[in-house]
């Protein structure tokens, strides 16, 4: 598959995966996802928008303020190329990461005394786990891991997940030690016309716990399930530094996935 065929896939999937949880307004060359649950989403460029024009991403500032949720904005630069120069022309803050796909998995071994678990939907602590990944990624200056994180776990986020655990929407898996929570990460399976597409994101480590390589164990181990029925598994990275360390577990880059806010 040529690495323009695969972004074309990773654009639908980015279409479909927010329409469980949000519904889509479409504002001229963009589309607008409005969270109906705890989590907040943002706008990217409509699927098959050809150009973004600056005067849609206005229109799409405006209406987030309406709706008094974060100017946000996703897009993959490879195949939105007007999408920069329209973000900062509003005066939004680009930020760049690299987008990486499943290319050839490895095992990777963990510390002695870690295990790694899928966690269920009627796991009692939860709320642990969403709490981990809020404190690894409040440490903006060292991530080890890819996405977006989970939401803060309040009572209304936890209540979601496990829906989405229950029903398959969300795959969690966790690295323990003893009773001790040290890591998380999921991936989010979606049908995208005939294959099912995943993206695994929030991989976080307690931040003691860094470079013990708890971080990569995560992701193959989600690597590994979600590969059970997912003909492309991936992820953005966010920065170069994070991409080798994927890099080294199977992952190739394919693009450059933006993020962009203010």
């Not at 973000?87 to 963990?110: K, N």
């Not at 496990?162 to 991936?187: C, K, P, Q, Y």
């Not at 993206?199 to 307690?206: A, F, H, K, Q």
Request: aromatic share 6%; net charge negative; hydrophobic share 40%.
């Amino acid at each position: 598959m040529t690495d323009s065929a695969t972004l074309h896939k990773v654009e639908q999937y980015y279409d479909a995966a927010p329409r469980s949880d949000a519904r889509a307004e479409e504002i001229g060359s963009l589309t607008l996802f409005v969270g109906t649950g705890p989590w907040s989403y943002y706008a990217r460029p409509r699927l098959g928008a050809a150009t973004v024009k600056p005067e849609d991403v206005e229109r799409a500032c405006a209406r987030m303020r309406e709706l008094n949720v974060p100017r946000a904005f996703e897009w993959v630069a490879e195949t939105a190329r007007s999408m920069r120069a329209a973000a900062t022309r509003s005066g939004l803050s680009v930020v760049d990461g690299p987008l990486l796909v499943v290319a050839d998995p490895v095992d990777v071994m963990l510390p002695g005394g870690v295990r790694l678990f899928l966690v269920g939907a009627d796991e009692p602590r939860l709320e642990d786990y969403l709490q981990l990944a809020a404190q690894a990624f409040s440490e903006a200056d060292d991530t080890d891991g890819p996405g977006r994180p989970m939401p803060n776990p309040t009572d209304a986020a936890v209540t979601h997940l496990r829906t989405r655990i229950g029903d398959g929407r969300t795959v969690l898996m966790a690295a323990m030690s003893g009773d001790r929570v040290l890591a998380v990460g999921s991936h989010h399976p979606v049908v995208v016309g005939e294959e099912v597409i995943s993206e695994i994101v929030g991989v976080g480590t307690l931040p003691d716990y860094r470079g013990r390589g708890l971080g990569a164990a995560v992701t193959a181990a989600l690597v590994a399930d979600a590969r059970q029925e997912c003909s492309l598994v991936f992820l953005s990275a966010g920065d170069d530094d994070s991409a080798r360390v994927y890099e080294r577990v199977g992952f190739a880059q394919v693009g450059t996935a933006c993020l962009a806010s203010g």
